[in-house]
Structure formats: structure tokens, C-alpha cells
């Protein structure tokens, strides 16, 4: 029963994503980036969907000046995506200011909530993209929600890191298709 629900689906492929990962880690594969989109809530059959209705993982390796795309889905299988490229590793590391600029706005709007009195209202459903970075250099996860927001509801895209890490999640997701 569980897995015909929209949590059993993301069970599903959150299980995927942790077995491959400890897969990357058994090969000694530390530098890789996960790439997540898809629609929380968005199995109300009126909700607007920019994305996928199921949430749908990218994950990116190098190794050997090639990048490696692995997607994962709940109910397919696929085979890995091999590209002559480091380029999405170089922005990231070109970038790296952006993600610990948008690591610090994270922190600060964690510490401003603790003064809050009111929290205004999350809808139902919205789409969102998640880009997690694990490098040696750098740690990072951002989530942008409905292409603007932040996981508190803050609009971001006049932040100027905004920007750079979009940029780079449209990136991967092009290669990726």
C-alpha cells in the first residue's frame, strides 16, 4: 500500500538514492552533486506543474575529465550518462562563493525566525529543485521553491547568489535530459 502513495513514492527513490550513494563511497568516489526536482503536493490533479508530478534525482560524478549523470527514478531503471566534460565541476568551483553566500543567508534567516511571531501560510503544493554539493572544497544544499523562494518562504532571486546556483541547476538539468 505504501508504495502506490506519494510518501511510498518518495521512500522509493530516496532508497535509491541512498544505496547509490553508498555505492559512490564503496568506489571512493567522494565528489559528486545530486540534483533533485519535482512537486511537493503536486498529486492534487489541479495543481499547476511545472515539474514532474514524481521527484525525479541527478546525480553527477567526474572522474577522468567526464562527467557521469545517473537519474533516478521511482518506477524506471537507467543507464548512467557519460559526457566529455568537467564543466558543471568548474562552475561549481568557480562558484563556490555563491553557495557560501547562500549558506550564510540560510544561517541569519534561521537566527532571525527565533524573533518571529508569525509565520505566513506555505500553499499545499509547489514545484522545487534541490542541488546538494559535495566536494572537497565545499558542502552545500539549497532548495529553491516555485523557481523564487527559499525553504522559509523568503523571495531570493534578488539575492546575488541567486543567480550563479540557478544557473547551475538549469546547467545540469540540459545535460541531463
Known amino acids: 500500500m505504501l508504495g502506490k502513495t506519494a510518501l511510498g513514492q518518495t521512500a522509493i527513490i530516496d532508497k535509491k538514492l541512498k544505496l547509490y550513494l553508498q555505492s559512490l563511497k564503496k568506489n571512493n568516489i567522494e565528489s559528486y ?18 515539474y514532474p508530478d514524481d521527484k525525479v534525482i541527478y546525480v553527477l ?3 577522468d575529465n567526464k562527467i557521469t549523470i545517473q537519474k533516478l527514478e521511482k518506477d524506471k531503471e ?14 561549481l568551483k568557480q562558484r563556490e562563493s555563491a553557495f ?3 549558506a ?11 524573533t518571529l511571531k508569525f509565520v505566513a501560510p506555505h500553499p499545499k503544493y509547489y514545484p522545487y529543485r534541490t542541488i546538494r554539493v559535495n566536494l572537497p572544497s565545499f558542502k552545500s544544499e539549497t532548495k529553491v521553491i516555485d523557481q523564487k523562494y527559499d525553504v522559509n518562504g523568503t523571495l ?4 546575488k547568489w541567486f543567480k550563479p546556483i540557478n544557473e547551475i541547476l538549469e546547467h545540469i538539468i ?4
Open 104 to 114: 550564510q543567508f540560510q544561517a541569519d534567516a534561521v537566527e532571525s525566525e527565533k
Open 78 to 91: 537507467h543507464l548512467p550518462i557519460s559526457l566529455d566534460s568537467t564543466s558543471v565541476f568548474k562552475m
Open 61 to 63: 560524478t567526474e572522474a
Open 100 to 102: 557560501t553566500s547562500q
Open 33 to 50: 552533486v545530486v540534483v533533485e526536482q519535482g512537486c511537493q503536493g503536486c498529486e492534487i490533479e489541479y495543481a499547476p506543474k511545472p
Open 174 to 177: 540540459r545535460l541531463a535530459q
Open 156 to 159: 531570493i532571486t534578488n539575492q
